[in-house]
């Protein structure tokens, strides 16, 4: 038996009250969480004393780390990558609706945000659910996407032309490797999620390029209408950081959103991505 208590959110995800993340946790623990993880798309813990050890021992409790190509890592920990924005910065990283890593055929399975130094007010993350979206759709949309393919990409967000390297953006310096974006994958518009095997919706509006087979333009309209649908409010939470806070999402069953209303404050996060697999 174990004492962990989930409790879902509204729109997305759950709240896991009793689990220290620190120490080692009973397989029956364990499962509880993965349990959780696999129905919510995201789990959120409170109060966590994780070191930078502690935090890469319990990413590795649930598969292999994948070591960022394009964030800046934390000195001495090449696996916790930094999402970092200074008081003297205005870009922040991840400020728009995505998911993580569609870009590799094997798109990674999460990630273990821990907050290392957050703003007084200000810095939430909003997440969407990719399951309540798909079973929102009409049988009939349903249908056709179930049918198609998309092309996802990471050469215009971290490479050489992105709007992270231009003079007007002071994002450039905490990202890095630009030569190392050229991921492209193809991969269906609805998955199969591989813990849970439910329908998800798996397009974004970040990394996504188009339909397989259909141009960028033809492409548009469908992919415009997805993108305003999944992250329609009925389908969304928001998850206001404290220090030691976590947030661990499933990128096949969520989007989410760094909210970027805090200039002049510091806000830290570490992170640690977790390898997946090929979807169908
Ligand atoms: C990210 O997109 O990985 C960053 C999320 C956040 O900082 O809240």
């Not at 990630?111 to 200000?122: C, H, Q, T, Y």
């Not at 032309?161 to 310096?173: C, H, L, P, Q, R």
């Not at 209408?225 to 009925?234: D, E, F, G, K, S």
């Amino acid at each position: 038996m174990s004492a962990i208590d989930v409790k879902p959110c509204d729109g997305v995800g759950a709240e896991v009250l009793g689990a220290d993340l620190s120490g080692d946790l009973t397989n029956s623990e364990f499962a509880t969480l993965r349990d959780a993880f696999s129905e919510y798309g995201v789990i959120f813990f409170r109060d966590q004393t994780l070191s930078p050890e502690q935090h890469i021992a319990f990413a590795r409790r649930w598969g292999d780390i994948n070591v960022n190509r394009f964030f800046k890592p934390v000195d001495g920990y090449p696996q916790i990558a930094e999402v970092r924005k200074e008081p003297d910065q205005t870009a922040n990283i991840g400020g728009g609706w995505h998911t993580d890593h569609s870009y590799d055929v094997e798109p990674a399975m999460g990630s273990i945000l821990v907050a290392r130094d957050v703003p007084e007010k200000g810095g939430d993350t909003m997440f969407a659910n990719m399951y309540a979206a798909y079973d929102a759709l009409s049988d009939g949309l349903k249908e056709t996407l179930n049918n198609l393919k998309a092309v996802h990409s990471s050469r215009h967000i971290f490479g050489d032309e992105s709007v992270a390297y231009t003079k007007d953006s002071d994002i450039g310096n905490r990202l890095g490797n630009s030569d190392a974006a050229t991921q492209d994958a193809v991969h269906p518009v609805i998955i199969t999620h591989p813990l849970s095997g439910r329908k998800a919706l798996y397009v974004n509006m970040a990394f996504t390029l188009r339909f397989d087979g259909w141009t960028a333009e033809e492409s548009k309209p469908l992919l415009d209408y997805l993108y305003t649908h999944a992250c329609a409010p009925q389908f969304t939470t928001t998850f206001k950081w404290k220090p030691g806070s976590i947030a661990f999402w499933d990128n096949r069953a969520t989007w989410h959103y760094a909210i970027n209303d805090y200039h002049g404050q510091r806000r830290l996060m570490h992170r640690i991505t977790i390898e997946g697999c090929a979807l169908h």
